[in-house]
Every structure is written in structure tokens, then in C-alpha cells.
T-cell receptor, first 112, second 111 residues
């Protein structure tokens, strides 16, 4: 079974802090994704990566950056956290283009 | 127009009945279609993939795809209370490596 592990289940941060969300997958998948999920808005893609050191913006990249230094690890960075970034963050991976996404357990981030 | 649209529900069915969930998508060139189940407070889990027109069955679940009409549906036979969850439709658009998700349909199976 594919295992996608997100480092934190719950996080509480203060406005203006730099926040790191970590994601690790153990199946040598090429593609990794960061989504956020908000009630009524569904899942929205923030960034994705199809190879080490490669990244592509999704639909809502503003206020976020990513890092993929190793194939198995994809980090989401909130440069200066704001209250409108309070959300559930979901990391996912997939082996090839067009194949199903496998999700981590999610990180519920609260910015106060 | 949203890329992937679902009826948000809530949809309620009695135990043992068939639940029918529908999804439409905007990109006619889309190739891959998926149904995810998401329990409250949990992450989405894949339950069905479908890539070609027609029906695909897996246990109590049947996915149906009609590319000409740009819709995909999920039927759940003999619905159980444990099927109560939000069901997300996901489409891999032809434009690249992006998956677009619907906002989900909330299903409640009443014992």
C-alpha cells in the first residue's frame, strides 16, 4: 500500500510566522501535490511537482512556496502565515500522469 | 463554469437502497476519472477509477462514464450506514497533470 505521511495532524501558528508542512511518500512516485480543502470550495491545488527540483503552480499559489529536494519529500511553505490560510492541507502523490492520487492524512492548520 | 460539478446534496437513502451520485465536467478531452470517499475529518480515499466509456463494477460500486455527455456517475448498491460520507468526483483534465475535484456530494444512509 502507498503511504503518504504528513508530519503534523494539527498545527496552530500565529499571523506572520513562517510555516513548514512536510510530506513524505514511500512508493517512489514521480508526482506530488499540495491541496487545501475548505468547506464549500472543495479541494484546490496549490502546487505540484513532477520531478525533483521541479514545481508548477496550481490554481492558488499566492502566499505559498514549495520545495522538492528529494523525490520522496515535498514541502509546503507559508512564507508569512495569514488567517485566511487557516485550512485543511492535503498532500498527495501519484506514480504517473493521469493515475490516481494517494492522499496523506492531512494537516489542519489554524492561524491566529 | 466550474471544471467539475457535483450536486452537493445532502443525499439520503435508506439502508439497502441504491445511491446514485452524479458528476459533470467541462473539458471534453479529459481522460481519467475517479471517485473518492471522504469521511468527516479524514482525507479522501480512492474507491473507483474509470478511463473508458461504459460501466465498471467493483463489489457494490459501479462507476459509469459517458464522454459524449461529459458525465460520470457512481452507483452504490445495497447501501450501508458505513457508506455515509462525502463522495468526491475527480477528473484529470487533458491540459496537463492537474486533477480537478468537485465540491463533493454528502451521502447519508439511514438504518
Amino acid at each position: 500500500d502507498v503511504k503518504v505521511t504528513q508530519s503534523s495532524r494539527y498545527l496552530v501558528k500565529r499571523t506572520g510566522e513562517k510555516v513548514f508542512l512536510e510530506c513524505v511518500q514511500d512508493m517512489d512516485h514521480e508526482n506530488m501535490f499540495w491541496y487545501r480543502q475548505d468547506p464549500g470550495l472543495g479541494l484546490r491545488l496549490i502546487y505540484f511537482s513532477y520531478d525533483v527540483k521541479m514545481k508548477e503552480k496550481g490554481d492558488i499559489p499566492e502566499g505559498y512556496s514549495v520545495s522538492r529536494e528529494k523525490k520522496e519529500r515535498f514541502s509546503l511553505i507559508l512564507e508569512s502565515a495569514s488567517t485566511n490560510q487557516t485550512s485543511m492541507y492535503l498532500c498527495a502523490s501519484s506514480p504517473l500522469l493521469g493515475t490516481p492520487l494517494h492522499f496523506g492524512n492531512g494537516t489542519r492548520l489554524t492561524v491566529t | 463554469q466550474k471544471e467539475v460539478e457535483q450536486n452537493s446534496g445532502p443525499l439520503s437513502v435508506p439502508e439497502g437502497a441504491i445511491a446514485s451520485l452524479n458528476c459533470t465536467y467541462s473539458d471534453r478531452g479529459s481522460q481519467s476519472f475517479f471517485w473518492y470517499r471522504q469521511y468527516s475529518g479524514k482525507s479522501p480515499e480512492l474507491i473507483m477509477s474509470i478511463y473508458s466509456n461504459g460501466d465498471k463494477e467493483d463489489g457494490r460500486f459501479t462507476a459509469q462514464l459517458n464522454k459524449a455527455s461529459q458525465y460520470v456517475s457512481l452507483l452504490i448498491r445495497d447501501s450501508q450506514p458505513s457508506d455515509s460520507a462525502t463522495y468526491l468526483c475527480a477528473v484529470n483534465m487533458n491540459t496537463g497533470n492537474q486533477f480537478y475535484f468537485g465540491t463533493g456530494t454528502s451521502l447519508t444512509v439511514i438504518p
